[in-house]
């Protein structure tokens, strides 16, 4: 299968998947270097997206290849996806955009530990205690208590 990639919203390379043995196969290529680092995302058709890693500067182009198990899989947003080139340290629109506080109307899972889980988008939110935000991490609120949400 091939899935175009959108950068700027104007097609920029292709994102091949494919079987191979016991893993899907995620080969990226995009034409140009690009401006600083970029990051692969998989927006899935009904929302949420899940990061497949950063494009590697190679001879003109830019380039990713990525296995996956069947669980790792199962951490990616439904199908048909949409493939979006993203500056690395940003997150698609369907995520909160990193120190906006509100819920991004996911379904969470109240661990024991405090933290909440999302396994349907692959995210992971952690009681967040202060302090400045990394780079491409979101803080939201949820029952009135701060997290930072991480990719899973």
């Known amino acids: 299968m091939e899935i175009p990639v959108l950068e700027n919203e104007t097609a920029a390379g292709t994102?091949?998947?494919a079987a191979q043995g016991l893993y899907t196969l995620?080969?990226?290529?995009?034409?140009g270097e690009g401006k600083g680092l970029s990051r692969l995302w998989l927006?899935?058709?009904?929302?949420?997206?899940?990061p497949l890693?950063?494009?590697e500067p190679r001879a003109g182009e830019r380039f990713l290849l990525r296995r996956l198990t069947r669980?790792?899989?199962?951490a990616l947003p439904p199908r048909p996806w949409k493939a979006l080139?993203?500056?690395?340290?940003?997150?698609?629109?369907?995520?909160?955009?990193?120190?906006?506080?509100?819920?991004?109307g996911c379904s969470w899972l109240r661990l024991p530990d405090g933290?909440?889980?999302?396994?349907d988008r692959g995210l992971l939110a952690l009681p967040w205690a202060g302090g400045a935000l990394?780079?491409?991490v979101a803080k939201i609120r949820v029952e009135g208590r701060d997290y930072w949400v991480f990719h899973t």
């Open 26 to 31: 995620f080969t990226a290529r995009l034409e």
């Open 43 to 50: 927006a899935g058709a009904r929302g949420g997206a899940a």
């Open 85 to 104: 080139a993203l500056p690395a340290g940003s997150v698609p629109p369907e995520l909160p955009p990193p120190g906006e506080d509100r819920a991004c």
């Open 71 to 74: 669980l790792e899989l199962r």
């Open 134 to 136: 990394p780079p491409g």
């Open 15 to 17: 994102l091949r998947v």
């Open 115 to 119: 933290s909440l889980l999302d396994p």
């Open 53 to 55: 890693g950063l494009l």
